[in-house]
């Protein structure tokens, strides 16, 4: 049995370090440029959670597998191949939330990096992406991102409460009156024949002790 491992494993490498150090280093400073827009640039002006936690990680796996990907040798069927995995992401027949779209892309790439080691790619680089998507993921989801805000768009006849003067009056009315931990809200169109608003509001989910 230690013979066949060892026949496996002789024409694969463990660990490259220069390659493993090319990949981390590479891979830092795709994330720091990234960071710098979603979280620095983008994040402040949109206030998106579930786009910020798709931006990092799309940006992420596709570079972690690009990168293996450079350093295999493609042929036609495995090209064709890839086209086919993530056409599924395209021609779906049923709505997906966003959330619910990244995770579908993140099992498909984890798929992918690990059926596209080669003798060429390590074994330490592959398990050097697993492992950063997993701690991307973790991270995203119940560290940073600890606080999940959710949306809902209401139909609101308090027409003057939606001028900008009035905008602190509007969120604690809007506080009372669902009884929801309203942060934000955006003004989506107005109707002066109805004296009514369409708006955004934008809350905090609490979790509820259970015993």
């Keep these: 049995m230690l013979l066949d491992i060892d026949f496996l494993l002789k024409d694969y490498k463990i660990f490259d370090s220069a390659d493993f150090f090319d990949l981390v280093l590479r891979f830092s400073v795709n994330f720091l440029v990234t960071f710098i827009i979603v979280r620095l640039i983008y994040y402040p002006l949109h206030k998106n959670k579930d786009y910020l936690f798709t931006y990092f990680i799309f940006n992420s796996i596709i570079f972690l597998i690009l990168y293996v990907m450079n350093n295999v040798k493609m042929e036609f069927g495995v090209s064709f191949g890839l086209f086919a995995v993530f056409s599924i992401l395209r021609y779906r027949t049923e709505d997906i939330p966003i959330k619910e779209m990244v995770y579908l892309f993140i099992i498909i790439a984890v798929a992918l990096v690990n059926a596209m080691s080669t003798k060429k790619v390590s074994v330490a680089e592959i398990a050097f992406a697993n492992i950063m998507i997993l701690v991307m993921i973790y991270t995203l989801e119940n560290i940073w991102l600890m606080r999940h805000e959710s949306t809902r768009t209401i139909v609101y006849e308090k027409i003057d409460l939606i001028k900008p003067e009035n905008y602190s009056l509007l969120l604690q009315?809007?506080?009372?009156?669902?009884?929801?931990?309203?942060?934000?809200?955006?003004?989506?169109?107005?109707?002066?024949?109805?004296?009514?608003?369409?708006?955004?509001?934008?809350?905090?989910?609490?979790?509820v002790n259970e015993n």
């Design 173 to 207: 009315d809007l506080r009372e009156r669902t009884g929801l931990n309203v942060h934000r809200a955006e003004i989506k169109n107005t109707d002066f024949q109805t004296d009514t608003a369409r708006i955004t509001i934008f809350y905090y989910l609490e979790k």
